[in-house]
């Protein structure tokens, strides 16, 4: 079957880094994402990896490793409005996205 | 402003009852897609269309039912509903289907 998988919750500190991890069995990847949803809204899209390394964004950085089946998104500078939750989805042969449950990041001033 | 639009924004239906969700992009994107997000799960796929005239069944089709008349409305229709289709549902659009997906605001709907 296919599985994404990532923490359910992490906590950080304002002004601090995470990393967030995403790992993954799918049937065929043809790319990865990341997006962000806060509480009551809809999912908006940080990023996107389809070949190995690491894509930077201001703040935000996504990594990809596909023979590992991990990705990661990394977060600098903490800001309050981070809070929020984060979503990893592959796109599998069919390009279907496949989601992840997505990770509750807190942010403590 | 361009982007996607839902309606209605919440709604609470009674079990047996028939409902239309409604989701209509500007973007003039040809790919478009229904989810519904539940709480400790990911984005589930429950149709999509690639095109217009086009729609294809997802990861729980059953219960729902769409139709993609033209480019810019992609309705989902529950012909009797459940109390297990309460549910955040998400509309979103792609320029094509191997493209990034935007999401409209989504639609909260409880079955009683």
């Known amino acids: 079957g296919q599985n994404i998988d990532q923490p359910t919750e992490m906590t950080a500190t304002e002004g601090a880094i995470v990393q967030i991890n995403c790992t993954y069995q799918t049937s065929g990847f043809n790319g990865l994402f990341w997006y962000q949803q806060h509480a009551g809204e809809a999912p908006t899209f940080l990023s996107y990896n389809v070949l190995d390394g690491l894509e930077e964004k201001g703040r935000f950085s996504s990594f990809l490793s596909r023979s590992k089946g991990y990705s990661y998104l990394l977060l600098k500078e903490l800001q309050m409005k981070d809070s929020a939750s984060y979503l990893c989805a592959v796109r599998d042969s069919n390009y279907q996205l496949i989601w992840g449950a997505g990770t509750k990041l807190i942010i403590k001033p | 402003i361009a982007g996607i639009t839902q309606a209605p924004t919440s709604q609470i239906l009674a079990a047996g009852r028939r409902m239309t969700l409604r989701c209509t992009q500007d973007m003039r994107h040809n790919a478009m897609y229904w989810y519904r997000q539940d709480l400790g799960l990911g984005l589930r796929l429950i149709h999509y269309s690639n095109t217009a005239g086009t729609t294809g069944k997802g990861e729980v089709p059953d219960g729902y039912s769409v139709s993609r008349a033209n480019t810019d409305d992609f309705p989902l229709t529950l012909a009797s509903a459940v109390p297990s289709q309460t549910s955040v549902y998400f509309c979103?659009?792609?320029?094509?289907?191997?493209?990034?997906?935007?999401f409209g605001p989504g639609t909260r709907l409880l079955v009683l």
């Open positions: 979103a659009s792609s320029a094509k289907a191997e493209e990034t997906q935007y």
